[in-house]
């Protein structure tokens, strides 16, 4: 017997322009209920998305609206607290990523999984679900790359390159800003998917606008989260990383590289997956079949990351309509604690200017 999927979603952005455009096409899930701190916007959302409940309560939509899923779509502060009310609500829980604030929260969100082993935990990271890289991530396991010794991981974009873009959470680091948090949390977990454990870190963030003004008040605040992270990352395996998160570029460049003893793949986001066997072939496209169709068919934003997004929402309704609770090509809660500990390793050593060992101290 098919079990409903009632979901309910906590915050109002990456929820209204990505997620709800890609559920209405996951016909197992009803979304019930919505909730974020701006109680107008929230109302907003609900009545051009047909969610019977609203509010700037995520505690009202738990006890009101029923759901048994939760999709925790918040500022990072608030990961740790409306995932485990989740959790003892009776949900599912998919939080989006970073997966907390430090890695003592994400032990908390691990140890609450491991304690409803009934219950699918995971996290947003959806490009494990993109064709390219699961065809790479075969390549690389099926030692068509050799032994690999470098990987690079890189994304610049506009997106706070602008002064003028007003300060708010991704200005605030107690908040969870930031790009090392919300866009290096997708390369270590990539790296980790790819290449297995990590060691060891050493990185170096930097504030390169050091002030920005509040839409509110309209005076200028500090901005204390990083406009700009690098990192090297020493895999158990061997293989040397280096990753660079730059969000104060002219242009958007999204790729990751992987060299090998025998081969070498690139992967560019919205483009092909490449592979390299020598230098009379050079650089070789790898056809990998794409069964969704084209975004503006589907009415979702036209990025990876919302076609992404799609096909895990698929994959989760289908695990939970079967009555399961584990969905492994997807990202876990302790996927979420071993990609939080990297990025805490890479914040303490942009502060102490040294390496920092990765130490999985909790498997629960």
């Known amino acids: 017997m098919s079990i409903p999927v009632r979901l309910a979603i906590f915050g109002n952005g990456f929820a209204r322009t990505t997620a709800l455009p890609c559920l209405r096409h996951v016909p197992e899930i009803e979304v019930v209920g919505i909730a974020s701190p701006n109680r107008a916007r929230v109302e907003e959302t609900a009545r051009q998305f047909g969610i019977p409940q609203a509010s700037d309560d995520y505690r009202q939509i738990l006890r009101d609206a029923a759901p048994n899923l939760a999709f925790v779509a918040t500022p990072p502060h608030r990961h740790l607290e409306q995932s ?18 430090s890695g003592g929260e994400s032990r908390a969100m691990l140890e609450a999984a491991v304690a409803h082993p009934d219950r699918l935990t995971l ?37 706070r390159r602008d002064p003028e873009n007003p300060w708010g959470w991704w200005s605030d680091r107690h908040q969870g800003g930031g790009a090392w948090g919300a866009i290096g949390s997708h390369a270590v977990d990539t790296l980790r998917w790819l290449l297995g454990e990590v060691d060891a870190a050493r990185g170096a963030l930097h504030v390169l606008h050091r002030e920005r003004r509040d839409p509110e008040s309209g005076e200028m605040r500090l901005v204390t989260a ?6 090297s990352l020493k895999m158990r395996s061997g293989a040397l990383a280096e990753v660079s998160i730059s969000l104060i570029e002219v242009e ?44 503006g068919e589907l ?32 990202a876990s809660f302790r996927d979420g604690h071993r990609n939080q500990l990297v990025l805490d390793a890479v914040y303490r050593s942009s502060e102490e200017a040294r390496w920092r060992g990765i130490e999985l101290e909790f498997e629960g």
């Open 84 to 101: 485990i009310d989740a959790l003892k609500a009776g949900c599912h829980v998919i939080c989006e990523k970073p997966t907390a604030m």
């Open 123 to 159: 996290i947003d990271h959806e490009l494990r679900f993109d064709p390219r890289r699961r065809h790479l991530r075969n390549l690389i396991a099926a030692g068509e790359l050799g032994e690999i010794w470098r990987a690079e991981y890189t994304l610049s974009s506009p997106y």
């Open 226 to 231: 990083d406009d700009l992270a690098t990192a």
């Open 252 to 295: 958007r460049r999204h790729e990751i590289v992987i060299n090998g003893s025998r081969a070498a793949a690139r992967w560019r986001e919205q483009g092909p997956l490449e592979l390299w066997r020598s230098r009379e072939r050079g650089w070789e496209t790898i056809e990998v079949p794409d069964e969704l169709p084209p975004s």
């Open 299 to 330: 009415g979702i934003p036209d990025t990876d990351w919302a076609r992404c997004f799609l096909r895990l929402m698929r994959a989760a309704a289908k695990t939970l309509t079967a009555g399961e609770a584990q969905l492994p090509e997807a």
